[in-house]
């Protein structure tokens, strides 16, 4: 029995192999689920068949997959808009699930003779529990500051990096102690308590705008909590699965520093949003406007138009609207594409998941550093949502806090549209070049209604 | 590696013939499995690909039934292996979902044009 479990881990190991590398394109992507579904039912039948597992368990068990299973069919109902929640949310429940397995192992191998765990055991067991709990509550931290119940803006106070390193410090020291001798079994008490505080205190000073990066590092945290857990049952399907995760949270977020220009710790002890220095001397540049109905003459004229999205615009609503211009511009042979910055939208890849809703052709999502050498041949830009992503501050303003960031070079195409409620300065408060340049025409109003008026204006003079 | 002819190696608590090395070794090899195939994912599919690790995270599942199933020396241990179920079940089967959802979203140009 016990070679078929171990047969059945290693084909679910690689199957969860094939779902990820079927990932790399949305025509093979669907297969990817599948391959994933059936690693994990392969996973759960082989533990299942497992003889250690007492037949009297098996209907609390089925009653615990029907509720989680109750509970999850509604998670995936969410708007898009909200996939940045519920991921975070995810991660919280996966962190959680490893925390109390955790738990229970720590507190079996002293009831029952034979089980002594072992310093290395020791040692994995104390990384599951401390990386499940963080995850935990950084998660729920994480999920509430993107629901908007927790305050979005980074909350600091004096001397917290201290205060946080140090709370690392005290729970890393526990678990050694642990580890050397696991008698000292009132110290484990003192590990969780650690690791949920240090999961909150770890997300507080992150503000809304790192969000991406944050979310990424959760998922390689839960991954990586896995892999723990894999250690500690000498399982090597959880270590092998949990390392594909663990793997696939360090790329994302390494992938989300660089489009900010940023680095782990920074984003993590930074605290941006916060050191904005108001550099207001906007008040003697001027802006030109136009109307909508000025704007869609000026669309009519062009031959390539690049679209800038923002999470604004996802905000307003208006991706059908954009789908609509979309319609309007290519029916008239016009050449529509979409530059997507990186980190756009709330989560990695957050952006082209909301315009695949709106049906606008992935084939026409193009990426930062595809769309940028075409630039200077685009006839009109127009900005929708989008603030930071476009500012060329970035590329030469030393003083700007995001000088360094790689950006779409919407300024240098021949027209900027910009839609925009208002001159305020955005999310993270930073004043943008690209308004008052010559070449740009600021379309005001809200997003959906603006692009609403462009699509009426098109499709009247046709 | 537990081998079939010791029955005890099948409750994962005993600690007894383990062999850690081996464990390193899968997770080193998985690592740089994992870190080569994530990098060829399409950035467009980022979202996707996120869901889809948070269900495949969800292996947790695999040790919580194995706690929550077997006999211990009190049920409050089975009892904390149950919740684990829920939580980690909820992840798969949402996880799963939400990302078939997704990519089905995803779709070529129409050849009209």
Redesign the interface.
């Known amino acids: 029995?016990?070679?078929w479990i171990?047969i059945a881990y290693l084909v679910a190991?690689a199957l969860?192999?094939f779902?990820?590398?079927w990932?790399?394109?949305?025509e093979t992507?669907?297969r990817?689920?599948f391959a994933?579904?059936a690693?994990?039912l392969l996973?759960?039948v082989g533990?299942?068949i497992?003889?250690?597992?007492?037949a009297s368990?098996?209907k609390?068990?089925a009653?615990?997959?029907v509720?989680?299973?109750a509970?999850?069919?509604p998670?995936?109902w969410?708007p898009?808009t909200a996939?940045p929640q519920?991921?975070a949310l995810?991660?919280a429940?996966?962190g959680?699930?490893?925390g109390?397995?955790g738990?229970?192992?720590f507190?079996?191998?002293f009831?029952?003779p034979?089980?002594?765990?072992?310093y290395?055991?020791t040692a994995a067991l104390c990384a599951e529990v401390l990386l499940g709990f963080l995850t935990f509550t950084g998660s729920l931290m994480a999920a509430g500051k993107l629901q908007e119940i927790v305050p979005t803006r980074p909350i600091t106070y004096k001397g917290q990096n201290i205060i946080n390193l140090g709370l690392l410090a005290f729970a890393v020291i526990c678990c050694i102690v642990l580890t050397i001798d696991a008698n000292y079994k009132f110290i484990f008490p003192i590990i969780i308590f650690l690791a949920l505080l240090f999961g909150v205190f770890l997300i507080m000073p992150i503000g809304g705008a790192d969000m991406p990066t944050v979310?990424?590092i959760l998922?390689s945290y839960?991954?990586l909590?896995?892999?723990a857990?894999?250690?500690?049952?000498?399982?090597?399907?959880?270590?092998?699965?949990?390392?594909?995760?663990?793997?696939?949270?360090?790329?994302?977020s390494i992938?989300m520093c660089k489009a900010m220009n940023r680095s782990f710790t920074n984003v993590l002890f930074g605290a941006f949003g916060k050191v904005q220095a108001a550099v207001a001397d906007s008040a003697k540049k001027t802006v030109k406007s136009a109307t909508p109905e000025e704007a869609a003459q000026i669309m009519e004229q062009a031959s390539l138009v690049v679209i800038v999205p923002g999470y604004g615009m996802a905000v307003a609503q208006a991706q059908h609207r954009v789908r609509e211009l979309y319609d309007q511009l290519?029916k008239r042979g016009i050449t529509v594409k979409f530059a997507?910055h990186?980190v756009a939208?709330r989560?990695?890849?957050?952006m082209?998941?909301l315009l695949?809703?709106a049906?606008i052709?992935?084939?026409?999502?193009v990426?930062m550093d595809d769309i940028n050498p075409e630039m200077p041949q685009v006839d009109v830009v127009i900005v929708v949502g989008a603030n930071d992503v476009v500012n060329p501050a970035a590329r030469t303003n030393k003083s700007s806090p995001i000088y360094g960031m790689p950006i779409i070079n919407a300024d240098k195409a021949k027209t900027v549209l910009a839609i925009k409620r208002s001159m305020n300065p955005g999310f993270a408060g930073i004043e943008n070049e690209l308004y008052y340049a010559d070449k740009t025409l600021m379309v005001f109003g809200d997003a959906k209604a603006v692009v609403g008026d462009l699509v009426k204006h098109l499709s009247g003079s046709n | 590696m537990a081998g079939e002819e010791s029955p005890d190696t099948v409750r994962h608590a005993s600690g007894q013939g383990m062999d850690y090395i081996a464990t390193l070794f899968v997770f080193m090899l998985t690592t740089f499995i994992g870190l080569d195939v994530i990098r060829r994912v399409s950035r467009l599919l980022h979202t996707p690909l996120m869901s889809l690790t948070n269900a495949i995270s969800a292996i947790a599942v695999v040790g919580s039934i194995l706690i929550a199933g077997q006999q211990h020396t009190e049920y409050k241990f089975n009892l904390l292996g149950l919740v684990a179920i829920v939580a980690s079940v909820c992840n798969i089967v949402s996880g799963f979902l939400i990302t078939d959802r997704m990519l089905k979203m995803f779709k070529k140009r129409e050849g009209n044009r």
């Open positions: 029995m016990s070679t171990q190991t969860f192999i779902s990820l590398k990932m790399n394109s949305p992507a669907r990817g689920v994933g579904v690693a994990m996973a759960v533990t299942l497992n003889p250690a597992i007492m368990n098996y609390w068990i009653l615990a997959v509720i989680g299973s509970i999850g069919v998670l995936s969410v898009l996939v519920r991921t995810s991660h429940f996966g959680l699930a490893v109390l397995v738990v229970s192992e507190y079996i191998s009831s029952e034979g089980l002594e765990l072992g290395f055991r979310i990424s998922n839960a991954g909590s896995a892999v857990m894999g250690f500690v049952m000498d399982n090597k399907l959880l270590i092998a699965a949990g390392a594909l995760d663990g793997s696939s949270g360090l790329i994302l992938i290519t997507i990186p939208g989560m990695p890849g957050h082209n998941v695949a809703e049906d052709p992935y084939t026409d999502l990426e």
